[in-house]
């Protein structure tokens, strides 16, 4: 379905009187105000193709119904997104589970939109049905070349299809790894894998980034390849410039201070990329700030502070993107949800009085620094967003309106109630 941009502009009239009365705090604090509500507006969060059906677990999946079944069904989803919130301008495919058969036609699909292609994702954790050779002990780290050149293969192949796209990017997530002390030989998998890096690293045009995402444990869970920042970092590092660390909030262990790892990343030059999510355990995939928001903000407190040290642009200079998998939510919702979170934590991080941050720290005041950061934290932004959304077209609030227009009851009329969509 296609949203009417009628109901939007009659949406927002009947929301307008309550959003100009929390706006009205901001227009006293312009100065502020200003430059967040306009970096919001540019800042766009892409959406990965297999976010938009219901995950499930080992265990189970519960399909919701008027899932998309192809991929023109999924950037119409995407598209959806956008026109609620102006906020989701990209969709990120993962390969094979979503191939352009008529890439020029879905370019222009996406256009249509106004969505863009983020990175390409390859997939060398699942055997697919034709493949000559099994991923069963990893892929770029086998023991067996073969297996490594099907590997290398692949991810030449979805860059292939990026370009076709207008991508600029290839993120490369490894299951390799071992379940079994003494199963592998670390430094052979490293090298291994290091040198099927290379040769995929060799077949990226020049405008292109190589995002290496690390985990640090699942499915394999003695070792993993690339098991965390360290060892992407050194990936990225031996690769070149165009390498960089990807971080994924959910791959961590417990109480990482993801924080730390950000700052230095970006102030290494070598931060490419982010997959927002929320977890309690590990790569639980749940909605971005619906448990640690805290951490959210502490996040984008120093992704700003790491951007603006470099004289990045927030919008453009790294990849961002939602990696989440839903089992009990409708897809579309989580989704609108996420983004928002991840607005309301890039908005408060940029009213954080840096200036008095910095003092505070000099001067060895803990106190003072955290109640600066918790003033930006503890204040409502949610107006700010909104007004960012009224302004660049969007739905005050686009779950409101989603509700309103029961709009997954009109995709199941479309597409039936039991659709089940490709990905996890
Ligand atoms: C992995 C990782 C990758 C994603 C796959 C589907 O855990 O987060 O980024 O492509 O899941
Ligand atoms: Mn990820
Ligand atoms: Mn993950």
Known sequence: MKLDPESIAEYNQTQLEGHQRKLSYWTQEVAKAEPVIQKLIDFQI?????????????????????????????????????????????????????IPTDPNAIRQLAAQHGLRFDAVNSNTFQDQLDAQQ??????????DPAVRRQAIEHNIEVIRHGVALGSDA????????SCFPGQLNFRKAFDRTLSSLEEIYAALPNDWKLFVEYKAFEPN??????????????????????????????????NANIEQIVAILLHQGKLGGFHFNDSKYGDDDLTAGSIKPYQL?????????????????????????????????DPLEDLLQSVEAIQIAYAQALIVDREALEDAREANDPVRAQEILQDAFRTDVRPLVAEARRRAGASLNPLGLYRQ????????????????????
């Open 170 to 177: 290839l993120t490369v997530w490894l299951s390799d790894g």
């Open 134 to 143: 099994s991923y069963k002990f990893g892929s770029l780290q086998h023991t």
């Open 46 to 98: 892409a959406i990965p193709s297999w976010a938009l059906g219901t995950g499930g677990t080992r265990f189970g999946r519960f399909p919701g119904g008027g899932e998309p079944r192809s991929l023109e069904e999924k950037i119409a989803d995407v598209g959806l997104l956008h026109a609620l919130n102006r906020a989701s301008g990209a969709i990120s495919l993962h390969i094979p589970w979503d």
């Open 297 to 329: 903000f502490l996040i984008f407190t120093e992704l700003v502070d790491g951007l603006d040290a470099r004289g990045m642009n927030h919008a453009t200079d790294l990849g961002w993107m939602i990696d989440a998998s839903h089992n009990v939510k």
């Open 221 to 254: 869970f003695y070792s993993m390849t690339v098991g965390d920042w360290g060892s992407s970092f050194l990936y990225a590092n031996k690769l070149g410039p165009k390498a960089y660390t990807l971080v994924d909030l959910g791959h961590h262990l417990p």
């Open 405 to 424: 227009l029961n709009v997954r009851q009109q995709l199941i009329g479309e597409r039936g109630a039991k659709t089940v969509t490709t990905g996890l």
